[in-house]
């Protein structure tokens, strides 16, 4: 078996868990979403960032495709 599978500690670990794992699909579907505008050649101005849970990936992507577009 390449992983095993282990109970959470407590609730609070269960929290901090999916709160990591929806992060984390968010910013995969952010990403995904960006690179095929990016792909059609459609500059991306400004993007106001909602949540702070996630603006640090959405900076990294914004600055990395202003990068890239370059």
């Given at each position: 078996m390449l992983f095993s599978i282990q109970r959470p500690a407590d609730l609070n670990t269960v929290f901090l868990e999916e709160k990591?794992?929806?992060?984390?699909?968010?910013?995969?579907a952010l990403s995904d979403g960006l690179s095929f505008l990016a792909g059609r050649g459609l500059a991306i101005?400004?993007?106001?960032?909602?949540?702070?849970t996630l603006?640090?990936?959405?900076?990294?992507?914004?600055?990395?495709?202003?990068?890239?577009?370059?």
């Open positions: 990591l794992r929806l992060k984390l699909k968010t910013s995969f101005a400004n993007v106001v960032v909602f949540q702070s603006s640090d990936p959405i900076i990294l992507l914004i600055s990395y495709l202003r990068r890239e577009s370059h």
